[in-house]
């Protein structure tokens, strides 16, 4: 078993974007789904338990080998960001109007914004409803838990 | 001298060969990837197009996909297939990358580079080098950033709404379209009159300024357009030696 998690951890660590369970399968050439999900959970709060920088988490079922929130501001400057300063903005202004008509944001942010609004709804910070013949869009519950912010906080 | 080779079979005119001949050369040894140095290759290009009597843009096509091409041989003799997908539709595609005054500098980069010189210069060995993790490890973004972006955005609207208004600004004023709405045949028509009635005292060049009933800009301009339309008809024309000196109109035929 713990051949398997190191292995686990080896993948983890080499894909920086994380993989799904069905890829780790692939990769370490273990079938079961449930025992892969039990050794990641483990392998998990060994991660937790030791005074590591690291962290295993599951985002959108993607695992991930992902730094600390302590020691982000650590890393800051060597990291890149998961979000580019571009997108972060776009992110930032349609957070701040708590809901907002794609087409206005467009008229702000430029054409790019596009681009920026598809990449954040996929990753699942954003999400679109229909008005019109615009979209309305509205950051999601994500978003709130990952920047550790309550909806009814003002962001400004 | 095989190399010579490369640059021949990409500067002919045949379109067919010469995507085999490379590949062939590569598969049976007769040139390493290595050996073809890409900036000699532009030189080559450079030569070609200096000769050339008319642009030929089918070489410049081919030029830049073998250069392509040969990157990719390159890198893919580096092991690092994961840093080229150019061709891979399945694969993930390359992230965006926008130029930013803050845009971060990956620091793996100038390791790539000395990694591929060094192969570059060790060719037995270049098959045992490992690749290694060239994708930096990315971090979670924090709230204080996501605010400094908020920030940045805020200024950005608030400069775009301060263009629109300064837009607004200079946008015609009402005067000028109503101008404009209103310019029927009778407003062009009346002032061919006064014209006319102008030539005939005169017999000389008009200055614009007689037509004017007041100085303003705006009574300029509206009786500057029907003129306009009377010299684009042909029954006048208009003179001013330089800039924003005295206009003069002539009457065509004396009876437009």
């Known amino acids: 078993m713990e051949g398997i998690k190191g292995q686990i951890e080896a993948l983890l660590h080499c894909r920086p974007n994380g993989l799904t369970l069905e890829e780790i399968s692939n990769h370490a050439g273990v079938s079961s789904k449930g025992l892969l999900k039990k050794l990641l959970t483990e392998l998990q709060e060994d991660y937790s338990e030791r005074a590591s920088g690291l962290n295993i988490i599951n985002q959108d079922s993607i695992w991930k080998m992902s730094v600390k929130d302590e020691h982000i501001e650590t890393v800051q400057e060597v990291a890149r960001p998961e979000i580019s300063t571009a997108v972060l903005e776009t992110l930032a202004y349609i957070a701040h109007k708590k809901s907002i008509r794609q087409a206005d944001v467009v008229r702000i942010r430029s054409n790019k914004a596009y681009g920026h609004i598809k990449e954040l709804i996929e990753n699942g910070f954003l999400e679109s409803k229909k008005d019109g013949a615009s979209k309305k869009l509205c950051p999601t519950r994500k978003f709130y838990e990952y920047f550790k912010l309550t909806e009814d906080q003002p962001l400004e | ?218 009574n300029r301009v509206q009786t500057f357009l029907p003129i306009l339309h009377l010299a684009n008809n042909g029954k006048l024309s208009i003179h001013q030696e330089k800039p924003f000196e005295k206009i003069y109109l002539e009457v065509l035929n004396g009876r437009n």
Not at chain 2, 21 to 44: A, C, G, H, Q, T
Not at chain 2, 84 to 113: C, Q, R, S, V
Not at chain 2, 143 to 172: N, Q
């Open chain 2, 1 to 218: 001298m095989e190399t010579k080779k490369i640059y021949d079979a990409i500067f002919s005119e045949d379109d067919i060969k010469w995507q085999s001949i490379i590949y062939e050369l590569i598969r049976n040894k007769k040139v390493d990837p290595w050996d073809i140095d890409l900036s000699k290759f532009s030189e080559e290009y450079l030569t070609t197009i200096s000769k050339l009597k008319s642009l030929n843009f089918r070489i410049s096509g081919k030029v830049v996909l073998a250069a392509a091409l040969m990157l990719k041989i390159k890198t893919n003799h580096l092991g690092l297939d994961d840093f080229i997908l150019l061709t891979n539709d399945d694969e993930e595609p390359i992230e965006e990358f926008e130029y930013d005054e803050d845009a971060y500098i990956d620091p793996d980069e100038k390791k790539i580079m000395n990694l591929a010189r060094h192969i570059r210069h060790n060719t037995k060995k270049k098959y045992l080098i490992e690749p290694r993790t060239v994708r930096p490890r990315q971090r979670k973004v924090t709230v204080i950033e996501l605010m400094s972006a908020l920030k940045k955005a805020i200024e950005v609207d608030k400069r775009r709404e301060r263009k629109r208004v300064a837009v607004e600004k200079i946008i015609i004023p009402e005067e000028i379209f109503e101008a404009k709405k209103d310019l029927l045949p009778e407003q062009i028509e009346t002032l061919n009159k006064k014209l006319l009635e102008l030539f005939g005292k005169t017999k000389a060049k008009i200055l614009f300024d007689h037509l004017l009933e007041n100085g303003d800009e705006i």
